[in-house]
T-cell receptor, first 111, second 113 residues
Framework: GENVEQHPSTLSVQEGDSAVIKCTYSDSASNYFPWYKQELGKRPQLIIDIRSNVGEKKDQRIAVTLNKTAKHFSLHITETQPEDSAVYFCAAGDNNNDMRFGAGTRLTVKP | DVKVTQSSRYLVKRTGEKVFLECVQDMDHENMFWYRQDPGLGLRLIYFSYDVKMKEKGDIPEGYSVSREKKERFSLILESASTNQTSMYLC????????????FGPGTRLLVL
């Protein structure tokens, strides 16, 4: 089955700096890679996703890159703000109702 | 615009009790999921259902069962709660169009004493 590794487990940056979270996956059948943000006490919410036929996707300050050959994908947040502080989860899914999540990264943005 | 709801935000139960966690979605989604969330382990799939009365085991089904009698409702059952089932439980649903339509419920924090 799929195994998703996520690093780092915690990340602290200064406001305005960039943050990068990396994930690797093992199942070559995975074709969908979402990122979820979970603020304290709230439900995970999808913030950006990428499919395996695309190498990069950007939405304002958030971007995701995918290297299908190396089986890794990354979340990039630029110009971080305190409200970006949350736990971020990567995941890898295929066409068979199988999606596996990474262990999560707790991002703290210090003002 | 809450679309996935869970019956309780917090629950405290005793070892050996039978526990029901309810999840309801109003989006007419075919697929529903139960995850548990533990620090350092992310979200792990317990069970999922792709249709009424259908269920599939996830990665950690032991100690749990599920029920899907109606399309909008997916119940997670702990037949005899144990302390190692203390966790945050998240329900999710999605339609058949793709994973990007998956929505999570607010979660139920269960404490088993």
């Amino acid at each position: 089955g799929e195994n998703v590794e996520q690093h780092p487990s915690t990340l602290s940056v200064q406001e305005g700096d960039s943050a990068v979270i990396k994930c690797t996956y093992s199942d070559s059948a995975s074709n969908y890679f979402p990122w979820y943000k979970q603020e304290l006490g709230k439900r995970p919410q999808l913030i950006i996703d990428i499919r395996s036929n695309v190498g990069e996707k950007k939405d304002q300050r958030i971007a995701v890159t995918l290297n299908k050959t190396a089986k890794h994908f990354s979340l990039h947040i630029t110009e971080t703000q305190p409200e970006d502080s949350a736990v971020y989860f990567c995941a890898a899914g295929d066409n068979n109702n199988d999606m596996r999540f990474g262990a999560g990264t707790r991002l703290t943005v210090k003002p | 615009d809450v679309k996935v709801t869970q019956s309780s935000r917090y629950l405290v139960k005793r070892t050996g009790e039978k526990v029901f966690l309810e999840c309801v979605q109003d989006m007419d989604h075919e697929n529903m999921f139960w995850y548990r969330q533990d620090p350092g382990l992310g979200l792990r799939l317990i069970y999922f259902s792709y249709d009424v009365k259908m269920k599939e085991k996830g990665d950690i089904p032991e100690g749990y069962s599920v029920s899907r009698e109606k399309k909008e409702r997916f119940s997670l059952i702990l037949e005899s709660a144990s302390t190692n089932q203390t966790s945050m439980y998240l329900c999710a649903s999605r339609n058949d169009q793709g994973w990007e339509t998956q929505y999570f419920g607010p979660g139920t924090r269960l404490l088993v004493l």
